[in-house]
């Protein structure tokens, strides 16, 4: 059983930078693979970035690439996103999730467990 609890979102000008955490409880929480899923009002959730389960693969989406750093600290049980020249599209609810499988899986379906999200909104 995995927890995790996201923290470091809020309201940041266009172009304004977020770093977002995700504290997981959990002896085995370094064996997961973890990911960065975005929610908008009315869209699917999507992935934004990923990381297999000792940091060895990174997947980013097409519309982050160069924008934003996923990265994790197992010895805190905590991952990290850092988002850089944000834009007001990616205005969402932020979730992160814990795969088992503990490689990279680009679907929600994949992954096992989930926080409760944290809000991110760009302002224009």
């Known amino acids: 059983q995995v927890q995790l609890v996201e923290s470091g979102g809020g309201l940041v000008q266009a172009g304004g930078s977020l770093r977002l955490s995700c504290a997981g409880s959990?002896?085995?929480?370094?064996?997961?693979?973890m990911g960065w899923f975005r929610q908008a009002p009315g869209k699917e959730r999507e992935l934004v970035a990923a990381?297999?389960?000792?940091?060895?693969?990174?997947y980013y989406a097409d519309s982050e690439e160069g924008r934003c750093t996923i990265s994790r600290d197992n010895a805190k049980n905590t991952v990290y996103l850092q988002m850089n020249n944000l834009k007001p599209e990616e205005t969402a609810v932020y979730y992160c999730?814990?795969?088992?499988?503990?490689?990279?899986?680009?679907?929600?379906?994949?992954?096992?467990?989930w926080g409760q999200g944290t809000q991110v909104t760009v302002s224009s």
């Open positions: 990381m297999s389960w000792f940091g060895r693969n990174t």
């Open positions: 959990g002896r085995t929480f370094s064996s997961y693979a």
């Open positions: 999730a814990a795969s088992s499988l503990g490689i990279i899986k680009l679907t929600p379906t994949s992954y096992d467990y």
